[in-house]
């Protein structure tokens, strides 16, 4: 199975800040990578899908890079609505994996 | 609009079969287009897939986790169902049901460049004796 390796695994921000969450895969994932963010007792949400494409009704301050193995999510002038969990997927093969989260918490 | 629902039991005894429906709605878990799959989340850990299921494949297209993990469709109702047996306290999760839309499917191979979307909003499966 392919491993999904986050970091950090938790970051403090303000709101405004720009922040990164970094991907990376144990072998090449293509661009099959997609990322979810979670909101305590809701189910995972997909943000961002093929590396880079944002997701229908994904506001525009998110934006994601990478191929391979190396993956980001950026984040742009964080809003109160974003301190949540996210977390990566790779798509590329059967399992699917996950990353192990990074937990976003107001500073 | 897609929606899906689980449902089932919150309290499974240790050595039963955890059993568990999601009930979608918005469109038919016949279509070709679509994979259907279970995920779960054990209290303050990540995700793991359990397995996925395309209506239209054969044994080849379909997986699951391990042999204790089944994955049916009943069409009549338009829902698929998890069956995970034998479980232990280790299989206490939040579990959820998702459309998984993948770039390549075919009725005789596993797909790739899936994604899941969306999710149902996920049920606590406890387990305990």
């Known amino acids: 199975d392919i491993q999904m390796t986050q970091s950090p695994s938790s970051l403090s921000a303000s709101v405004g800040d720009r922040v990164t969450i970094t991907c990376r895969a144990s072998?090449?994932?293509?661009?099959?990578l997609s990322w979810y963010q979670q909101k305590p007792g809701q189910a995972p949400k997909l943000l961002i899908y093929?590396?880079?494409t944002l997701q229908t009704g994904v506001p525009s301050r998110f934006s994601g890079s990478g191929s391979g193995t190396d993956f980001s999510l950026t984040i742009n002038t964080l809003q109160p609505e974003d301190f949540a969990s996210y977390f990566c997927?790779?798509?590329?093969?059967?399992?699917?994996?996950f990353g192990q989260g990074t937990n976003l918490e107001i500073k | 609009q897609v929606h899906l629902q689980e449902s089932g039991p919150r309290l499974v005894k240790t050595s039963e079969t955890l059993s568990l429906t999601c009930s979608v709605s918005?469109?038919?878990?016949?279509?070709?287009?679509?994979?259907w799959g279970w995920i779960r989340q054990p209290p303050g850990k990540g995700l793991e897939s359990l397995g996925i299921?395309?209506?239209?494949?054969?044994?080849d297209a379909n997986w699951s986790l391990a042999s204790r993990v089944n994955i049916s469709v009943d069409t009549s109702q338009n829902q698929f169902s998890l069956r995970l047996s034998s479980v232990t306290a280790a299989d206490t999760a939040v579990y959820y049901c998702?459309?998984?839309?993948?770039?390549?499917?075919?009725?005789?191979?596993?797909?790739?460049?899936?994604?899941?979307?969306?999710w149902g909003q996920g049920i606590l499966v406890t387990v305990s004796s």
């Open positions: 072998q090449s994932v293509s661009n099959y």
């Open positions: 299921l395309l209506y239209s494949g054969n044994s």
């Open positions: 918005g469109v038919s878990i016949t279509s070709s287009r679509y994979y």
């Open positions: 093929g590396a880079s």
């Open positions: 997927q790779q798509g590329h093969s059967i399992p699917n994996t």
């Open positions: 998702a459309r998984l839309y993948c770039r390549e499917t075919s009725s005789f191979r596993l797909p790739r460049g899936c994604r899941f979307d969306p």
